[in-house]
T-cell receptor
Framework: GEDVEQSLFLSVREGDSSVINCTYTDSSSTYLYWYKQEPGAGLQLLTYIFSNMDMKQDQRLTVLLNKKDKHLSLRIADTQTGDSAIYFCAPAGGFKTIFGAGTRLFVKA | DVKVTQSSRYLVKRTGEKVFLECVQDMDHENMFWYRQDPGLGLRLIYFSYDVKMKEKGDIPEGYSVSREKKERFSLILESASTNQTSMYLC???FGTGNQPQHFGDGTRLSIL
């Protein structure tokens, strides 16, 4: 079946940039989502990119897509302690969205 | 703002019990989903529904069933709970085709003793 891989943990210092990477196998993905999950809560849509785009910027967030290599990344500039959460990569194509295992971001003050 | 409400945040049940998890959404979404979330495994799809009275198996349907009698409500049923069903259960909904963003409830942490 289709697969999504992410590293499980990332630790950064407050004020630094965070980069969370994701590789996926489903080449029919038309939307590629990033969701954020804060402790004790469900997932919230953070941002997304269409499959025909290479880059999307949204305030402190930058999403890069390399469709040839099926590689997606999320960059958070000026990372804050409030960014500590689990981030899920979720390519969506056809009727299915596949979620990665999630990357837990730790932000050190 | 879309609201997906799961009936319980925490639930403790015994092995062999029949367990009902309820989910309600208020945005007239066609699609509803049930996932379980386990550390290191991410979200795994149990069942989904794209219309009232319609249901489709996801990746891990064994030991579960679902019911969608009304558009806004999607129930997950554990027919005979077992300890390996201890997990966080997340409900989500979306409109239109399956690749639209999903809106999630806050989850139900279920413990089976």
């Amino acid at each position: 079946g289709e697969d999504v891989e992410q590293s499980l943990f990332l630790s950064v210092r407050e004020g630094d940039s965070s980069v969370i990477n994701c590789t996926y196998t489903d080449s029919s993905s038309t939307y590629l989502y990033w969701y954020k999950q804060e402790p004790g809560a469900g997932l919230q849509l953070l941002t997304y990119i269409f499959s025909n785009m290479d880059m999307k910027q949204d305030q402190r967030l930058t999403v890069l897509l390399n469709k040839k290599d099926k590689h997606l990344s999320l960059r958070i500039a000026d990372t804050q302690t409030g960014d500590s959460a689990i981030y899920f990569c979720a390519p969506a194509g056809g009727f299915k969205t596949i979620f990665g295992a999630g990357t837990r971001l730790f932000v050190k003050a | 703002d879309v609201k997906v409400t799961q009936s319980s945040r925490y639930l403790v049940k015994r092995t062999g019990e029949k367990v009902f998890l309820e989910c309600v959404q208020d945005m007239d979404h066609e699609n509803m989903f049930w996932y379980r979330q386990d550390p290191g495994l991410g979200l795994r799809l149990i069942y989904f529904s794209y219309d009232v009275k319609m249901k489709e198996k996801g990746d891990i349907p064994e030991g579960y069933s679902v019911s969608r009698e009304k558009k806004e409500r999607f129930s997950l049923i554990l027919e005979s709970a077992s300890t390996n069903q201890t997990s966080m259960y997340l409900c989500a909904s979306s409109f239109g085709t399956g690749n639209q963003p999903q809106h999630f409830g806050d989850g139900t942490r279920l413990s089976i003793l």
